[in-house]
């Protein structure tokens, strides 16, 4: 059913600057007339109402924030808290929830793809699991049934035998990254169906410092059944960045093509300031979901005009009018009252997509 008014908590235009919460990392789906968009969030300040430091927000367990659109995204009520850190019986998200998806069926049932977190030790904050909840309602997760599809605890052995990159078991999620590079990367799933399959795309790397798109197979029959992994996909522009975040795989479908929307940063160490890491959004184009997927620029992957923006979403494809619509919040960088609050919705036209160096939003 769509959300009562009495649910609907506030309404922001030209994006979204929630005055309680910092955003960041977003996701959405069309469901029951609505448009619904879902980000990390954490509150602006501590219990004992002492501001919190933006890049540091690792140190604080984070919520999902939920908010929804009925103009398309011009506009938007604040849902509230859709998911919080802890509630799986197994606690393969006891100290945090990362980044996800919603992915709606045919039958209208929502499939919720998250990162869960856990902690083992002080030095190992970062320990990554990719799970799975259903869920009949857009609004919360609560009560829904959740299942584990990949532990790099318990699937330390397949993923490796399957290509993927993982650190010494002893050393899975440490603080400090991975053998010189960034931290463990088993994270992000996004939940799409192809060719009558249901896949998931995800972050993850191919070597320390090679990073790389995780592609898996999933049966919502048997979501009790973990996943199928497919081999790693790389990309020809991976020497521009050491990480790949969010990414996210649309059809293109009159065109018979897809498109990777994902988020990158050049980051070589967990200790440096984040005004040293460039942090960009990107755009690939490909025939077939592994690939091989080239910039959708004819120079570059990386999208223009979207300074300080990261982890976009696309709202809405139209391949009738070769534009696609995208919303993305702003990261720490401009420093000022944009940092971690929404941009307004922009858009990408899909007739630059191959033809001109560099594709560039208009906002």
């Avoid at 393969?92 to 499939?111: A, E, F, K, P």
């Avoid at 990480?243 to 967990?270: G, H, M, N, W």
């Amino acid at each position: 059913m769509l959300l009562s008014e009495t649910a609907k908590l506030a309404l922001f235009t030209d994006g979204i600057a929630h005055p309680d919460y910092f955003l960041w990392d977003a996701w959405s789906c069309h469901f029951q007339g609505e448009l619904h968009l879902y980000c990390l969030a954490l509150p602006r300040r501590t219990d004992n109402g002492e501001a919190v430091n933006p890049d540091e927000r690792n140190n604080y367990p984070f919520h999902v924030h939920h908010f929804s659109s009925t103009d398309g995204g011009y506009s938007w009520f604040d849902c509230g808290v859709f998911q919080t850190p802890g509630a799986a019986s197994d606690h393969h998200d006891s100290r945090n929830v990362w980044s996800g998806s919603v992915y709606v069926d045919h039958q209208d049932t929502l499939w919720v793809g998250y990162t869960g977190i856990e902690q083992p030790t002080n030095d190992r904050p970062f320990v990554q699991n990719m799970a799975l909840a259903q869920t009949p309602s857009a609004v919360s997760l609560v009560g829904a049934e959740r299942f584990l599809l990949s532990s790099v605890v318990r699937d330390y052995a397949a993923i490796v035998e399957a290509g993927y990159y993982l650190e010494a078991p002893e050393r899975l999620g440490c603080a400090d990254g991975e053998a010189g590079g960034c931290i463990l990367a088993w994270r992000d799933p996004f939940l799409f169906a192809s060719g009558g399959k249901n896949y998931m795309a995800f972050a993850a790397k191919a070597s320390a410092v090679k990073p790389a798109m995780g592609l898996a197979r999933w049966d919502p029959s048997q979501p009790d059944k973990g996943i199928e992994l497919l081999p790693p996909v790389v990309f020809p522009d991976d020497h521009s960045f050491t990480q790949l975040e969010v990414p996210k795989i649309y059809a293109l479908k009159e065109r018979r093509q897809f498109l990777l929307l994902c988020a990158t940063t050049d980051r070589i160490s967990e200790d440096q300031p984040g005004d040293e890491v460039n942090m960009q959004i990107r755009l690939y184009l490909s025939e077939h979901i592994s690939g091989p997927w080239r910039p959708a620029g004819t120079t570059t992957s990386v999208l223009g005009n979207c300074d300080h923006l990261f982890g976009a979403t696309v709202l809405t494809i139209n391949e009738q009018s070769g534009t696609i619509t995208l919303m993305a919040p702003y990261t720490t960088a401009p420093n000022d009252h944009r940092d971690l609050t929404f941009a307004p919705r922009f858009s990408v036209s899909l007739e630059e997509m191959g033809r001109v160096a560099q594709v560039h939003a208009v906002r």
